[in-house]
């Protein structure tokens, strides 16, 4: 049967995919990767950026051009196995010299300026002093509070990476997550939590399709639009084999992928939420299933469609992976008590034991952070990208997924590969035995609860907590996780920006800065 949609109807049966409804393309990927945690991407990123010959565009939430890709491989030059810097920022520079051809864009959401404003003086200092081949730039295309948060890296419209991962602090960690691993240590020596994170790698038309889109967002943001590459007249195209990552492994050939976004009104731009649509229609036509990972779970559209299937008789089973809180005070009391509202209303429409909110630890027990962006249903939607299950990545910042549809056996196999994958991780197991255990028992949550170990690596349940006084304010006014709805109209770029108070913070202090050495003119 049809189900009824705000923006049309859903054929459980028929294609989900929409290109201009729940997507905004769909292209054909010649390979398809799936990279879980920052220590694999990291080392495929630098492979692929090497490789790069003419264009490189990076657009993400956040930059650090400090960190190392990758920790505790550098020698006492700070030089990686491959011979060039390791850290970010240098080995940019590096990459400019050594191919004088190659053009890098860097795009970066201009209130990281305020989140962290020492990491913008060596993209600053890239911009000025290294040269004419590296762009660096601050994205303010956006309404005030919003944030630019795509994670996007295309190599010469070739290799494209589109997934959760920013290239900046904290994200490095292995699959294993194990405790007290010196690698995972801040650049001020603190030692780093374990993270846990996923990306994909795309070839083919896809690529392009990206590189389309990071350069319409280039265009955005600075006003400058940018040439697609171009070889060298009689030159060949980039190898499929030379452009693809080593270590990096195929999950899929020539399978049709969707590329959706979230894009707030601003600036005459109508607002586009693709992703939203997508969510829904993947709860929506889901049968047995419904796989999430996530930071946060507070988006309401999407919670009203999770209780809708668990109000249902013989719905799907939903297993919701998050964090066991979030990183700052603030966030944690005005997320989660979003998300302990989400989880009590969840669990009050489970009426037959189908619903689970976990958070995963490593061997000693320490948690784990999620800030993977996952959504799975059944063997046939496997959805990935920078959006979380909140209402600021429906429509409020700007977001790119990417999303598969199992509608063969091959493609359908993935899927599921990547599901027990994932699972496996979390529970310190392999893809077989979970398999296994939820083939005997015909259950994901039984199969989780057999293989999850009461002490060490596994998931835990989510405890919802009172909430404070703050975070009941915070929460009531959704100050974190505000949203636009669709046709509703915002801000023509006039008006207080980051950028503002940036400069306004700088006046003030270069102001007392002043008073202070007037202050003290007759001193010593």
């Known amino acids: ?28 990927a010649d390979r398809l990767g799936l990279i879980v945690d920052g220590a694999d991407y990291f080392a495929a990123l630098r492979r692929a950026l090497i490789a790069a010959r003419r264009q490189v565009i990076l657009i ?6 400090e960190i190392e890709m990758l920790p505790g491989e550098g020698d006492a030059e700070g030089l990686a196995p491959d011979g060039l810097p390791n850290r970010l920022g240098p080995f940019i520079e590096a990459l400019a010299e050594r191919t004088p051809e190659l053009d890098l864009y860097l795009l970066k959401w201009n209130g990281a300026v305020l989140a962290a404003p020492g990491r913008v003086l060596p993209g600053l200092r890239l911009r000025l002093f290294a040269g004419e081949a590296i762009h660096f730039a601050l994205d303010g295309h956006h309404p005030f509070g919003a944030c630019h948060h795509q994670k996007i890296v295309v190599v010469d419209d070739a290799l494209a990476f589109c997934g959760g991962i920013d290239v900046t602090e904290r994200r490095w960690d292995t699959s294993e997550h194990a ?29 392009a399709a990206l590189g389309e889109l990071a350069r319409a967002r280039w265009h955005r943001a600075t006003d400058e639009a940018l040439e697609a590459p171009a070889l060298d007249p009689g030159a060949a195209s980039p190898d499929a084999d030379a452009i693809w990552p080593d270590g ?21 731009e109508e607002m586009v939420n693709e992703i939203e649509r997508l969510y829904l229609d993947a709860v929506r036509a889901a049968r047995r299933t419904i796989y999430v990972e996530s930071q946060y779970l507070t988006a309401r559209s999407i919670l009203d469609a999770l209780e809708a299937r668990l109000c249902e008789a013989d719905g799907p089973e939903i297993v919701v992976v998050n964090p066991q809180s979030a990183d700052s005070a ?21 009426g037959e034991d189908r619903f689970r909110v976990l958070h995963p630890v490593n061997a000693a027990g320490e948690p784990i952070y999620v800030h993977a962006k996952v959504f799975i249903t059944d063997d046939r939607l496997l959805h990935v990208g920078s959006s979380n299950i909140d209402d600021r990545s429906m429509g409020f910042d700007t977001e790119c997924d990417v999303a598969v549809e199992g509608r063969d056996d091959a493609t359908r196999g993935v899927i599921r590969a990547f599901h027990l994958r994932l699972l496996a991780e979390h529970l310190g197991s392999e893809p077989e035995a979970v398999a296994a255990a939820w083939e005997e028992r015909d259950s994901m949550i039984a199969a989780i609860e057999a293989l999850d170990a009461s002490e060490g690596r596994g998931l835990r349940s989510i405890v919802t907590l009172p909430e404070t006084m703050a975070g009941r304010w915070l929460a009531d006014n959704r100050l974190l996780d505000p949203r636009f709805e669709v046709g509703e109209p915002t801000s023509t770029g006039r008006g207080i920006r980051p950028r503002h108070l940036l400069l306004g913070g700088a006046i003030l202090g270069g102001l007392g800065l002043a008073w202070y050495l007037w202050s003290r003119r007759d001193e010593g």
């Open 1 to 28: 049967m049809d189900i009824d949609d705000a923006h049309g109807t859903i054929d459980p049966d028929g294609p989900l995919l929409e290109p201009g409804r729940n997507c905004w393309r769909v292209e054909r």
């Open 179 to 207: 405790p007290g691993d010196p690698r995972r240590t801040l650049r001020d020596g603190t030692p780093a939590g374990p993270w846990h994170d996923a990306t994909t790698a795309l070839t083919g038309p896809v690529a």
């Open 248 to 268: 990096v492994a195929v999950a899929a050939r020539d399978v049709p992928v969707a590329i959706a976004r979230t894009y707030p009104p601003f600036a005459g």
């Open 60 to 65: 993400g939430w956040d930059f650090d051009f």
């Open 330 to 350: 603030l966030e944690d009391a005005a997320m989660h008590s979003l998300r302990g509202r989400a989880v009590d209303r969840l669990r009050a429409a489970d």
